[in-house]
């Protein structure tokens, strides 16, 4: 047997070509679907809008997958979730905002949650009531975006598309306004408040109102501004005056603006121009820009009665008030007097000058102005003097009058100090007073211990005398007055004899038309005439014995 190796008896290893796999028409539909699915997914990530969050204190009413992002009443987002802050003091909203609206999401833009509100400016967010509460929104002007927000306590009173301007009121206390109060022109609501809030100096209130179009141009650099709250009652001499812009103006407060009618027009104010609220009408049209150098008054009499704020009064027209009170101490005669500083309206008295003499005036030296050019020398000159007058008789109030008195002694007023010194008078009272303590004067003067002793001695003296005229009238009465009886008696004896006498004799001599009858008869009558007297007297002297002193009293008529 032959020996063989042992590579021949491997078999030889032959390389076949590889055979194509054949495609199945079954991997078709899962690969288009997935490429419809892939198309789907980059369409939706491309057009799918931002994610936003947004802090709440109170989530009132919200849920993820319900509550919508409207702005304009159209739904622009939803909330997908709602969950509490991680301590937990506020609530996280997470919403899914349109595409289209991703615009909107800039620094200052607005979320509040708006649900049904009813107070006393009126009802608001009345639809949610059907529809649900919804998250508002209200677009900032800032260009540079945000995706988390902080949001509103309360739904915003106007929004940036409203047409009008805002303002700042500045108060020294909020009274009865609170948001949403209306704002008043003419009694037509025009506006209302959006905002307050203290001042950084923390001694007044800084309140922001909102005027719309077209009224916004009514407010001007001279327009005043007062509160129109509640019911304002005043007496008059024209009556019980009642004054109130509306019912809700009664509830809710409210605020109330116009123009003097005697001020300057002025350009319209500008975007957040800060005025004066004032608390009444009467005080916004008498309260204006005080001039910077007022004058002072220093009074002989006392004060009292006299505050801050009493009126300054030419002619019957408030033109001013009293700024300051206080003792003037004067160094020529070393005594202490109550003195007023007082300051007038500069806009009472320049708009009646001409703009060209305003603007000369106030830009050379308005108190010069006033004291040379308008020339206050010369009413003083006049008589024209201040005086103290009672306001109110009831609670006693006083104020300053300016008025003329022909008679005062000229005054020569030093214009060169500041503030200068007017002129003043007593009042009608301290007249009186000076003219009642005058008479006092003259009064006390008077010697009535001398007076009472020369009287009571004329008196001491009339009483003897009064006794002595009694005891004469006694005696007349005891002594004379019966030997007159007496003698009456033997005078009708001795007629009634010679009757008989003459009866007996011949009648031719003694006859009743014999001139010895007449004479005879006459004679008799004189007697009794006489004898008549007599006893008149006597019984007058019975009744008035001091007739003897001081002589018959005059009969009346």
């Known amino acids: 047997m032959s020996e063989t190796s042992p590579a021949a008896d491997i078999p030889e290893a032959t390389t076949a070509p590889r055979k194509r796999a054949r495609f199945s028409v079954v991997w078709i539909i899962p690969i288009i679907a997935a490429l419809v699915g892939i198309g789907i997914a980059v369409e939706r990530f491309l057009n799918e809008g931002p994610t936003i969050k947004i802090s709440f204190k109170v989530a009132e009413g919200v849920e993820a997958g319900k509550t919508f992002v409207k702005y304009k009443d159209v739904n622009i987002g939803q909330v997908t979730a709602v969950s509490l802050s991680e301590d937990y003091s506020h609530v996280m909203v997470t919403a899914k905002i349109a595409k289209s609206a991703k615009n909107l999401l800039v620094k200052d833009t607005k979320f509040w949650i708006m649900h049904p509100r009813i107070t006393l400016s009126g009802v608001s967010g009345i639809g949610t009531l059907l529809s649900g509460n919804y998250i508002g929104i209200e677009a900032g002007k800032s260009k540079e ?9 309360t739904p915003p009173i106007i929004t940036g598309a409203d047409p009008g301007r805002q303002f700042v009121l500045k108060a020294e206390d909020l009274g ?17 408040v959006i905002a307050y809030d203290l001042a950084k100096d923390g001694k007044t209130m800084e309140i ?22 509640g019911i304002d009652v005043s007496m008059g001499v024209k009556g019980l005056l009642v004054r109130t812009q509306s019912l809700a103006s009664v509830l809710a407060g409210g605020i109330a603006f116009e123009t003097p009618p005697y001020s300057q027009a002025g350009e319209q104010a500008a975007e957040n121009a800060v005025f004066t609220l004032f608390e009444s009408q009467e005080a916004a049209t ?12 220093v009074f002989d009499e006392s004060i009292r009665g006299l505050s801050v704020g009493a009126p300054l009064t030419y002619m019957g027209l408030e033109i001013g008030e009293v ?3 206080g003792i003037h101490y004067d160094r020529d005669s070393y ?3 109550p003195y007023a500083l007082v300051s007038y309206y500069e806009e009472r008295f320049f708009s009646q000058v001409d703009e060209k003499d ?3 005036a106030v830009r050379d030296h308005p108190a010069k102005a006033w004291q040379e050019d308008q020339g206050t020398q010369k009413l003083i000159d006049k008589g024209m003097r201040a005086q103290l007058r009672l306001g109110n008789i009831v609670t006693g109030q006083l104020y300053i009058a300016l008025d003329y008195f022909p008679r ?13 010194r007017l002129p003043v008078m007593p009042s009608g009272m301290a007249e009186f007073q000076m003219k009642v303590t005058g008479i006092l004067d003259k009064i006390d003067k008077i010697p009535f211990d001398d007076i009472g002793k020369e009287t009571k001695t004329a008196l001491n003296g009339l009483d003897q005398t009064l006794k002595d005229a009694r005891k004469l009238l006694g005696r007349i009465d005891a002594e004379v007055v019966p030997e007159a009886k007496a003698a009456m008696e033997n005078l009708k004896r001795a007629v009634a004899a010679a009757e008989r006498v003459l009866a007996n004799t011949d009648k031719t001599l003694v006859g009743p038309d014999a001139p010895a009858t007449q004479e005879l008869r006459e004679a008799l009558q004189e007697v009794s005439r006489a004898a008549r007297a007599v006893r008149v007297f006597v019984e007058y002297m019975d009744k008035h014995p001091e007739a003897l002193i001081s002589g018959k009293a005059k009969e009346k008529p």
């Open 286 to 297: 008498t309260k204006h820009e005080m001039k910077d150098d007022p004058f002072i008054l």
């Open 358 to 360: 305003k603007d000369a």
């Open 176 to 192: 009865s306004l609170g948001y949403g109060s209306p704002v008043y022109y003419r009694r037509l609501n025009v506006g209302q």
């Open 335 to 337: 005594t202490f007097k």
């Open 145 to 153: 975006k945000e995706k988390v927000f902080v949001g509103l306590d």
């Open 208 to 229: 922001k109102i909102f005027v719309n179009s077209p009224y916004d141009k009514y407010v001007t650099t001279a327009t005043r501004f007062w509160e129109a709250s």
């Open 323 to 325: 700024k300051k009170i």
């Open 408 to 420: 005062a002694p000229k005054v020569q007023v030093d214009w060169t100090k500041s503030p200068p």
